[in-house]
């Protein structure tokens, strides 16, 4: 059974940082590409950014394009989202999902593998 465990997820002020955790897990898991999502209470869940493992080329919205990075760590089979200059619009619960894509690419993936989320709060 393939598991995606989140972690990292808190609170913290305005403009401070924190990293989540995403660690993979389970026989036949093959993901390729590795996204992070959040969900804020009544809004629907927006992509974040993803890293197409085998390339290492990364995707960002662009609400978050020079606050976020995402990398990976093939060897512990964990993807990481570095948050930076946190914003109280960046408050959410944040979920990690994975597919295998033919190619590798992570363009307009459909993500089969969710994990259970890891909540951030951030204040202003």
């Known amino acids: 059974r393939v598991q995606l465990v989140e972690s990292g997820g808190g609170s913290v002020e305005a403009g401070g940082s924190l990293r989540l955790s995403c660690a993979a897990s389970?026989?036949?898991?093959?993901?390729?590409?590795m996204g992070w999502f959040r969900q804020a209470p009544g809004q629907e869940r927006e992509g974040v950014a993803a890293i197409a493992t085998h390339s290492t080329n990364t995707y960002y919205a662009d609400s978050v394009k020079g606050r976020f990075t995402v990398s990976q760590d093939v060897a512990k089979d964990t993807v990481y989202l570095q948050m930076n200059s946190l914003k109280a619009e960046d408050t959410g619960m944040y979920y990690c999902?994975?597919?295998?894509?033919?190619?590798?690419?992570?363009?307009?993936?459909?993500?089969?593998?969710w994990g259970q989320g890891t909540q951030v709060t951030v204040s202003s």
């Open positions: 389970g026989s036949g898991y093959s993901a390729n590409c």
């Open positions: 999902a994975g597919v295998y894509r033919p190619g590798g690419s992570c363009h307009r993936a459909e993500f089969t593998y």
